[in-house]
């Protein structure tokens, strides 16, 4: 195929990835190719350039240029688009013959225009970043540039090499002269080694001063585990606990503390914005926390000579206007002396400073890009310079490092960043090390430890850091529950609960039965000011908010809310809550204990389509408030993006709350009868959800299965009813439910959600595929999951961290389920350990139909345990071992078990290390099987004698339709020669 019609057929693919990530750069690089070979003309370079145009509109017209201009042309920009993107942008994507030769110029010699065209791809590479200030001023010395043109070029929304870039066409259009500088500046550069001579001599004297103290306010605030609200004085060091962290687009690959803002992973090289995303409690300030006490130590981060670190929480609280200058010296350290000269020392040097911002969901902005802010000495509102800081707008080139919730960063956030990790919470083994670090009385670990392994809806709880913390606090507590031990994330924070109440007895008895009413002002107090809190996303709170409520010192002593770091000069005590799911919880505490005006709360509490589409009516809850707090409640034209994740947190604590088993708690506070209508309002409210969310699944398309696709609000829903422990609303809901299909791809599904998945699911009255993928179930919630999975018939887990031991426990339940019937396990972590427990559901289950363990540990030992159970399985239509390490050995072994299957349809070998000896033995199954449709064989290393032997099995089969053989060692000429020979195959 010509490289016209090649480049034609993959358009679609081609637009995706010059486009991909939002960031013109892959555009812009190719565009710098094809100008240097002469492909494109100056004129079609700017009909494509077209300031403010969409990136795919260039992206098109640049493919319409080239397939008119023809092959040489379309061969020439194949080749650039696979010199450019990554080998992650290029998966899927053929480039045909057509290869990049960098040595290669079509005008090497000539005139200084001509020659620095046809240098631009690597000119434009070394003028990016620190170069750019030197090439100016030698074109401004030598009369070349004016100041206005230096401007035009330094444009801070332009990339480094964007800026590059606007040098090189400023420079083409000035003549030879100019462009003959350029040269000359870059041939200087070249002969005196690194362009930093200069830049990277030492610091001055009074910069290190304020490095030193830098570090040592940050090891200051660092040095303890503040994030639950340095209850005790845990050091962070000792106490310290990873949690689970992977690249969204790259969840196959775990990273580690430095990672994060390293180079790994990176989508868009021209960003300086590093997203880490998780839930609340998953140990995002955690591990920021740690960061900054390693960098403070000297012992991480060592590229960055200087790390300020920020609260989105105390910074929603600022009024004031502030330049980025004070940004820096007034809410982060004061410097003793020199203050122009450190702030000019942090504007020439972008590249040395880190900024963090932990909490960026608790801003009450919402993030835009509306009002652009370039100059770091002009004062505006904190959240302006913080959004213009994260898009670059503000101090391009300063690393920027962001924790959020998920749910708070949208498509106008996250087409400024560099990548995103997702924080994943503990894993089985964090877990024990958290335990075990947190107690140095190993007896009391060991005790920990067998409460947690003996329930497992608890274990799963645990997942998440911040109720991991909470369990491991409460030890005595949990050893004094019995039968009655936590099941539920309501029940670990009354534990909590009772426990700082307890505290706070200091030697009297312990807590007697009517506890809650004992303490009920206490509650009340703190549950208005938690209220009042999450209903107008406010986390800080002033002396005068607590008076309002009531809040006394005995309240403040009791641990929950305890003394924010200010960061403004103002000499005002600050207050927050230990953690916000903790202020969640005593407002719902409120919510169930506050007689007045339920009607119409818990309805607005529930209504998650109303929330989500109006930013929640202030007004509804505003009845609930005094007429003082209602003056003081943020506008309704504030929108804030943590919200609506508060007020779901703050619903699953009310419907845990008015659950049965809890409700004793209360009757002393509040009557029965008036009980028994907030319950009822929650039943009908979380019904009535299910029945919307269900009644919107769309109708199949004929031919196809009924598929339910849950949105994230389905998830909070079941979330809900399992904190209830309501059955009745799981049976009602489920029984009338008629999908063949469940797909929560996407969904955050973790060990917890997996718990209340699984208590509704159970309910189903027809066997269900489940579809899990991409999410974060772990071993841990592949065992929450085992209560339902006797309605499945087929199990999807793609990219789930799940490991042998996970699927050992799986194994053993699902061989007992007559309906299960497949199972998809692609990127995970599982290793030749599980084969021999798949081998034996293969020989045991007669009606197992598919098999799909691509990208994981198995090699030619797990591949020969396969085998065994192939020989006896009568029923397996689809194998897939896609990217394992099985080698020909083990090819061998399996197509000896597989070559009188009579149910085989499809198998994939994919990327295994196969040779010629393997494909030979995959040649008699070709031969012998009636069935078999299709076989992968793609990047492998099968030579011609290979498919020579596999050509001559397709002689004798009617049913195989394609061997896929591309990417294995084969020259261009005899792929061409094969495809003559055998159509089936597919290079």
Not at 112 to 137: F, K, W, Y
Not at 348 to 366: A, I, M, R, S, Y
Not at 390 to 402: A, D, R
Request: hydrophobic share 40%; glycine share 6%.
């Amino acid at each position: 195929m010509c490289a016209q019609d090649l480049a034609a057929r993959q358009r679609a693919e081609l637009l995706s990835a010059l486009c991909s990530g939002g960031s013109a750069e892959s555009l812009e690089a190719v565009l710098d190719l094809l100008l240097s070979r002469g492909v494109l003309g100056w004129e079609d370079y700017h009909s494509i350039q077209v300031p403010g145009r969409a990136l795919c509109i260039g992206a098109r017209q640049l493919l319409d240029l080239a397939y008119v201009k023809g092959a040489e042309a379309s061969g020439l920009l194949l080749a650039a688009v696979d010199r450019v993107l990554p080998p992650s942008q290029k998966a899927g994507l053929s480039f045909g013959r057509s290869r990049w030769n960098p040595d290669e110029t079509a005008r090497a010699g000539g005139p200084a225009t001509q020659v620095l065209l046809a240098r631009r791809p690597d000119v434009v590479a070394e003028l990016r970043g620190r170069s750019i200030d030197g090439a100016l001023q030698a074109l401004v010395d030598s009369g070349s540039f004016t100041q206005i043109e230096c401007d035009e070029v330094q444009i801070p929304v332009y990339t480094p090499s964007q800026q590059a870039r606007r040098l090189l066409d400023l420079v083409g259009s000035k003549g030879d002269s100019a462009a003959g500088i350029i040269l000359q500046y870059i041939e200087q550069k070249e002969e005196n080694g690194s362009p930093s001579n200069t830049e990277n001599q030492a610091p001055p004297k009074e910069f290190l001063q304020y490095q030193k103290k830098l570090r040592s306010f940050v090891s200051a605030q660092s040095c303890f585990l503040s994030t639950y609200g340095g209850t005790s004085n845990m050091s962070l060091d000792q106490i310290y606990t990873e949690s689970l962290m992977e690249l969204a687009h790259d969840p196959h690959k775990p990273l580690g503390l430095e990672d994060v803002v390293g180079p790994a992973g990176t989508v868009n090289g021209d960003a300086d914005t590093v997203l880490v995303s998780g839930e609340a409690g998953s140990g995002k300030s955690t591990f920021l926390q740690r960061l900054h006490l390693l960098w403070a130590q000297g012992a991480a981060l060592g590229a960055f000579l200087l790390v300020f670190p920020f609260s989105c929480r105390q910074l929603s609280s600022e009024r004031r206007e502030l330049s980025l200058r004070e940004l820096l010296f007034q809410l982060c350290c004061w410097p003793d002396r020199d203050q122009d000269q450190l702030f000019q020392f942090i504007l020439d040097h972008p590249d040395l400073v880190l900024f963090t911002f932990d909490g960026l969901d608790e801003l009450k902005q919402n993030f835009t890009d509306e009002r652009r802010h370039c100059c770091p000495t002009q004062p505006a509102p904190v959240p302006v310079l913080l959004f213009n800081l994260i898009q670059g707008s503000l101090m391009k080139g300063v690393q920027k490092l962001v924790t959020s919730r998920p749910e708070a960063v949208g498509p106008a956030l996250k087409k400024y960043l560099r990548k995103e990790v997702l924080m994943k919470g503990f894993s089985l083994d964090g877990i024990d090390r958290f335990v075990r670090k947190h107690h140095s009385d190993h007896a009391v670990a060991d005790r920990v430890l067998r409460s947690l392994r003996s329930n497992t809806a608890l274990l799963a709880l645990c997942h998440t850091p911040v109720l991991c913390w909470i369990v491991s606090k409460c030890h005595q507590e949990l050893r004094g529950s019995g039968e009655n031990i936590p099941q539920t994330l309501t029940d670990v924070y009354l534990m909590i609960l009772q426990h700082f109440l307890q505290h706070q007895r200091s030697g009297k008895n312990t807590l007697r039965t009517g506890w809650m009413h004992e303490y009920l002002n206490t509650v009340l107090h703190l549950g208005q000011l938690a209220f009042k809190g999450v209903e107008a996303s406010c986390y800080i709170f002033q002396s005068l908010e607590l008076q309002v409520c009531g809040v006394t010192e005995e309240d403040i002593g009791t641990g929950f809310l305890i003394h924010s770091k200010n960061l403004s000069p103002t000499s005002c005590k600050l207050y927050e809550f230990l953690h916000v799911t903790m202020q969640c919880f005593f407002a719902a505490l409120y919510i169930v204990l506050n007689n007045k005006n339920y009607r119409s709360v818990i309805p607005k509490l529930f209504q998650t389509q109303e929330m989500q589409q109006t930013g929640l009516d202030n007004a509804c809850f505003r009845t609930c408030l005094t007429s003082t707090l209602q003056q003081e409640v943020v506008s309704e034209g504030e929108a804030t993006a943590a919200k609506t994740p508060n007020l779901q947190i703050t619903a699953v604590f009310v419907s845990g709350l008015l659950a049965q088993r809890n409700q004793c708690l209360f009757l002393c506070c509040c009557p029965a009868p008036m009980l028994d209508r907030k319950v009822g309002q929650v039943v009908k409210n979380l019904s009535k959800g299910m029945q919307r969310h269900f009644k919107s699944i769309p109708q199949p398309v004929e031919g196809e299965k009924k598929s339910m696709h849950a949105m994230p609000g389905f998830v909070w829903l079941i979330k809900c009813i399992y904190e209830m422990q309501e059955s009745r609303i799981a049976k009602d809901s489920m029984v009338k439910l008629e999908v063949e299909h469940f797909k929560l791809t996407y969904c955050n599904i973790g060990p917890v959600e997996c718990t209340a998945l699984a208590y509704v699911l159970q309910h189903l009255k027809s066997p269900v595929g489940l579809q899990l993928d991409y999410n974060s179930v772990g071993d841990i919630g592949v065992e929450q999951l085992l209560p339902c999975m006797h309605i499945c018939k087929s199990l999807y887990l793609r990219n789930n961290n799940v490991s042998d031991e996970g699927m050992r426990k799986l194994i053993a339940k699902v061989m007992q389920c007559e309906s299960f019937q497949k199972i998809a396990l692609f990127n995970n972590k599982l290793t030749d350990a599980c084969a021999q427990h798949f081998s034996h559901l293969l020989k045991t289950k007669q009606n197992f139909l598919s098999l799909r363990l691509g990208n994981n540990n198995i090699t030619a030992e797990g591949a020969k345990q396969l085998a065994e159970g192939l020989k006896c399985n009568k029923s397996l239509q689809y194998l897939g071992l896609w990217g394992n390490k099985i080698g020909d050995a083990g090819v061998e072994a399996l197509a000896s078990a597989l070559e009188d299957s009579k149910t085989l349809v499809w198998l994939s070998l994919v990327d295994n290390g196969v040779g010629s000896a393997g494909a030979r033995a995959l040649a008699k199954v070709v031969n012998k099987s009636p069935t078999l449709e299709d076989l992968w064989l793609t990047k492998n290393c099968i030579t011609r004698t290979g498919v020579d032997s596999l050509i001559q099995a397709l002689q004798h089969s009617m049913s195989v339709k394609s061997i896929w053989l591309r990417g294995n060692s084969l020259s261009l000429e005899e792929v061409d020669e094969l495809q003559q020979l055998e159509s089936r195959l597919v290079f």
